[in-house]
């Protein structure tokens, strides 16, 4: 079995994130291409940023890497953080959504500013955060 490992990066998008239309567009590409890749995670926007988690087999996330680096939707991509995991957190959704609080954009924030900051309290925040939705 391929080891999991879960990706946190925050980027800056090109579009609205206010835009429903925008999001849906985004989250209805990730969800088909994420159930194709057997990918599972959850993307939050607001305020002209994204915050997305993802987890899967390695090899498989080095592939969506490369080709979120080369989407026009967003910019300033950062991996907050990258790390094997025993079983997901994300199970349930190939691609869940939620707006971001200002509590998770104050740790997300924090997690951009300070590489001494934990990104697991962002995995935490966002899973809540999609289980309340």
Excluded: C, K
Aim: charged share 25%; net charge negative; glycine share 6%.
């Amino acid at each position: 079995m391929a080891r999991l490992e879960r990706v946190l990066y925050g980027s800056t998008a090109t579009g609205r994130t206010d835009s429903l239309m925008n999001v849906a567009a985004i989250l209805g590409e990730s969800q088909r291409n994420n159930d194709r890749d057997g990918l599972t995670g959850a993307l939050a926007a607001h305020d002209g940023r994204y915050l997305q988690v993802i987890e899967g087999p390695a090899d498989v996330l080095d592939g969506l890497l490369r080709r979120l680096d080369q989407d026009p939707r967003h910019t300033d991509i950062r991996v907050l953080e990258r790390a094997p995991i025993e079983s997901r957190s994300f199970a349930d959704w190939s691609m869940a959504a939620t707006r971001i609080t200002p509590a998770l954009e104050a740790t997300l924030n924090d997690l951009v500013d300070n590489p001494a900051a934990d990104p697991g309290r962002a995995v935490s925040m966002l899973r809540e955060a999609v289980s309340a939705t």
